[in-house]
């Protein structure tokens, strides 16, 4: 059975670029997340979507950063303009039922130079 | 202070070692802990989840104690294979908001 799916699994940009990592979830799972981790921050939730609409939103640092879910099987993570602190590796992760099981993808390795 | 604390290690221990880990947290309206493993540049992976009650499952045991909001992880017999970093995980403000330690490392020689 195929996991999450996220692409690109890296991506080298230059600072001011748009930048848009795209997931798939596990088919079946109503709930995605949007995680990034660094060294410096450990692993960090930035938004939560449940039957694909967004519950929570806190953690996404600023207005550059968006996320979408226009339906069941993709979510997109847009950051515009990107800053050479956003690099990161950045996961996305499903769930099936509340407080269960996150299946996380292999992540997407994001340079900004 | 941080809301989930681990100790970052290396942990450098022989094979059929035991080995401890502890992890704290701050928020004690937590409801679900766990522990995840995530291997070098790869995704991070459930190991277990942590019941009041104390659960095992193989050579791993984990332990929740809610009064010290303490859960540890022991790892008995270790295998090469366990090499990894371990991330004590805690929920907060609802079920699906994790919180993640910083993870502690684990390395297991032959």
């Known amino acids: 059975d195929a996991g999450v799916i996220q692409s690109p699994r890296h991506e080298v940009t230059e600072m001011g670029q748009e930048v848009t990592l795209r997931c798939k979830p596990i088919?079946?799972?109503?709930?995605l997340f949007w995680y990034r981790q660094t060294m410096m921050r450990g692993l960090e939730l930035l938004i939560y979507?449940?039957?694909?609409?967004?519950?929570?939103d806190s953690g996404m640092p600023e207005d550059r950063f968006s996320a979408k879910m226009p339906n069941a099987s993709f979510s997109t993570l847009k950051i515009q303009p990107s800053e050479p602190r956003d690099s990161a590796v950045y996961f996305c992760?499903?769930?099936?039922?509340?407080?269960?099981?996150?299946?996380f993808g292999p992540g997407t390795r994001l340079t900004v130079l | 202070r941080k809301e989930v604390e681990q100790d970052p290690g290396p942990f450098n221990v022989p094979e059929g070692a035991t080995v401890a880990f502890n992890c704290t947290y701050s928020?004690?309206?937590?409801?679900?802990f766990f522990w995840y493993r995530q291997d070098c540049r790869k995704e991070p992976k459930l190991l277990m989840s942590?019941?009041?009650s104390g659960n095992e499952d193989g050579r791993f045991t984990a332990q929740l104690n809610r009064a010290s909001q303490y859960i540890s992880l022991l790892i008995r017999d270790s295998k090469l294979s366990d090499s990894a970093t371990y991330l004590c995980?805690?929920?907060?403000?609802?079920?699906?908001?994790?919180?993640f330690g910083a993870g502690t490392r684990l390395a297991v020689h032959p």
């Open positions: 995980v805690v929920n907060q403000g609802g079920y699906n908001k994790l919180i």
């Open positions: 979507f449940n039957n694909n609409v967004p519950i929570d």
């Open positions: 928020n004690s309206a937590s409801q679900s």
């Open positions: 942590v019941y009041s």
């Open positions: 088919s079946g799972h109503d709930y």
């Open positions: 992760a499903s769930s099936f039922l509340q407080g269960h099981e996150q299946f």
